[in-house]
């Protein structure tokens, strides 16, 4: 099997009007023949590609989907407020009435500040850091994704050396790796650290932080003078809705969000303490849609009904759940795997499989058999995710490692 | 009067919540006590503030809403959209279809690529550009907005003089000062100049571009090896859908578009030719939202009803009703006003008026008499402008002048 004639067809007609037929993360041609390229409609956890096909999800939409597709309490939310206005000469109380959701809701937070995609607010976070500090250094981890702005971009295409000359990297969960990158940075010149909650480089397995790091960023951010940015864009929302590293007892200086805080509906935040706050009046930075209202009606219903109806643990069970199922079937077929990250934000790897082979053969696999996955970018689970849901999921990659046996048995 | 209560009570609770009250382009506090912060609906060329106070709206959310507020059309493709789906794991065929009516409507347009801010599109033209040249030098007229990235925003708190080195300014339509920047920046160190189709700077009248101007860019970029970039974020699908610059026979490598291109939804757009292409998707940008269906949906409503509608004429003579309006009630007034720009994108300064305070008074004038323009920034129109919407734009700007009159009698 490889995917349906309509896939086809939209892919031949996207390489005439799209640049190499289409660009950024979603393009399917870094994926087997057998994933989709355009999908069609989702409700719950799961979703239909453009033929048809129906999917377990296990991307969630890169993220975004943290709550189901079409879930109702944000379409609700989505469609009042549609009626009234998306975007006007000025906001709508709902600007008003979400900052302050977030700033009773996420514990390092006092005022909020939106915007579109997760690099507006990784890097407004750094621009609000050096205004805070006068210093022009950034510490980030070698191979962290903060976002696709010249300064953070994985893709060297087009960026100068200038983009970059700010920027120095460290290891992460390696503190003195961290106090090598200050020295070199000089510590009175670093603005801030910015470091995910958990290293979820793609191409490599998910390594959860460890509790003496966080508590090290923060301290040495404190030494120096610097801000400690979270970058929460990928986590966030799915591990405490108080911040990623609130069981730590580490809290930011700044925080960055996007992705899951509005349930796909486009919108990123800026949030900080009341130190930062001066510093973020101070930087000029703006988008025509940035106070656009739908968007924040979509966040107040998605972050209200994450809390109240505990979708934190929902996803971890359900996460959970698949780990366990996976790594029962992967002994079972015969194959040495890695689960790695919080439930919640699962990634599975084979061991010795370098060049992602394996990988790729296996989410092929998944792929043809109603699993929607990924073989070097983790996973993400959505509050939505049944039993059920996982359990048909665990149906498919178990057929999966059962092919992958069979074709590693003929070879 | 000045604003009313729950405006009143909004801000206050803004206060606490947002850095300095509010932040970006719709921060009221850069206007009159008369003008509100919050805005609670539209309907065709009118909105209403959040304590329910009506005004003919002249300024269409800063530039998106370019067919009127609540188009039918345009929401009732959001609404089937959205029943089925925003955000994926990839993109829906409404990428595909959005991107074939781009390419059939701008004419130098052979493919399109999609982001969500102004300034994403403007700095993937760059980006774009520095990667098919080798270069790394920018070519922008002094005082042109841009966006509200660090290599561009107007406000320079946490940028670094790194993010700017690359950028060299000339005058816009002078020519000798674009062949002086070149010159500066070394003509085979010069990846593009980025240009607006009309002076559109804040804080001064607006200014066409000089057709001799425009060719003489053209010609420049070709010499040099440069790619022109349009940004047509501010002015695109008022003046002309092939492209702005159309009339007078120039074509850009590379257009920015955002703002009006899904009437109010968010959405940006790099269009380019074929010798960009593989330069395009070279590069490495994505956003969780770049994929997002609605928006797109949006767009294609937005462009066929400008084009199938002729909704650059309605613009322009409802502009012009505008401005005819104006200059003969300023003149019974005894004021000397300039009225500049396209009609489509009006804006007024009184002689002599360097520091802006007439217009400022004008414009609250304007606010307490129904009526939203802005002292210092262009004004847009948009198609849903009737002559009776006009009209009562009119009746407003004229009390407005009266009162200006008076107080320039008493004092």
């Not at 996207?14 to 994926?31: D, F, I, S, T, W």
């Not at 609700?76 to 000469?89: F, H, I, P, T, Y």
């Not at 900052?99 to 009773?104: F, N, Q």
């Not at 009904?305 to 929902?314: F, K, M, T, Y």
Request: charged share 20%; glycine share 10%; hydrophobic share 45%.
């Amino acid at each position: 099997m490889t995917v349906g004639t309509v896939d086809r067809q939209l892919r031949d007609r996207a390489a005439r009007v799209l640049p190499g037929g289409m660009y950024g993360h979603q393009n399917a041609k870094l994926l087997s023949p057998d994933h989709p390229q355009f999908f069609a409609r989702g409700s719950g956890a799961r979703v239909w590609d453009a033929d048809g096909t129906e999917y377990v999800d296990l991307m969630c939409s890169w993220g975004p989907i943290v709550l189901g597709h079409q879930h109702e309490g944000v379409q609700r939310a989505v469609r009042a407020q549609m009626e009234k206005a998306e975007c006007l000469n000025g906001p709508t109380d709902v600007l008003v009435e979400l900052s302050e959701l977030l700033v009773d809701t996420v514990a390092h937070a006092r005022w909020a500040l939106f915007a579109k995609n997760g690099t507006d607010a990784t890097t407004t976070a750094v621009t609000i850091a050096r205004a805070a500090t006068g210093r022009d250094k950034i510490l980030v981890a070698k191979g962290a994704y903060h976002g696709s702005a010249p300064w953070c971009t994985p893709g060297p295409a087009g960026v100068t050396a200038e983009d970059r000359v700010n920027v120095v990297k460290f290891e992460y969960n390696d503190l003195d790796s961290v106090r090598a990158a200050v020295a070199e940075a000089g510590a009175g010149n670093v603005a801030a650290i910015v470091v995910c909650p958990l290293r979820h480089d793609t191409f490599r397995d998910q390594e959860l932080v460890e509790p003496a790091f966080a508590i090290g960023l923060r301290a040495i951010c404190d030494t120096i003078g610097a801000a400690l940015v979270l970058d929460e864009v990928r986590a966030g929302l799915r591990l405490d809705l108080a911040g990623s590293w609130e069981s730590h007892g580490v809290r930011p200086d700044l925080s960055a969000w996007s992705k899951a805080i509005a349930n796909g509906h486009a919108l990123a935040c800026v949030l900080g303490t009341d130190a930062l706050r001066e510093a973020a009046s101070s930087i000029y930075v703006t988008g025509s849609f940035w106070m656009a209202a739908t968007s924040m009606a979509a966040a107040v219903a998605t972050i209200s009904a994450i809390r109240d109806d505990d979708g934190i643990a929902s996803m971890h069970r359900a996460g959970s759940r698949l780990r366990d199922g996976l790594e029962a079937q992967a002994k079972s077929h015969g194959f040495d795997v890695r689960c790695s990250g919080p439930a919640q934000l699962p990634f599975l790897t084979f061991a010795g499989d370098t060049d992602f082979a394996l990988a790729r053969e296996w989410a092929a696999g998944c792929a043809r058999n109603g699993v929607y996955l990924h073989p070097t970018h983790n996973w993400f689970i959505g509050a939505a995710h049944t039993d059920a849901d996982i359990d048909r999921a665990l149906d498919g990659t178990d057929a999966a490692f059962a092919a992958l046996a069979g074709a590693d048995r003929a070879a």
